[in-house]
């Protein structure tokens, strides 16, 4: 995922956190941190969902 502000600490959280759930085979993880990473962007970047 891109766009986020490179010092954004959550945003990195967040994806890494995906990545993991994702090499774990936790699909249901990895769908929740896109959520969450959503929400996120939502409320603090003031991003448009994709």
């Known amino acids: ?3 986020e502000p ?3 600490s959550r945003c990195r959280e967040l994806i890494g956190q995906e990545r993991e759930a994702k090499a774990a085979g936790d699909q249901s993880l990895a769908v929740d941190c896109r959520v969450l990473l959503q929400r ?3 409320a603090e970047h003031h991003r448009p969902r994709d």
């Open 6 to 8: 490179a010092g954004c």
């Open 40 to 42: 996120h962007r939502d």
């Open 1 to 3: 995922m891109t766009g």
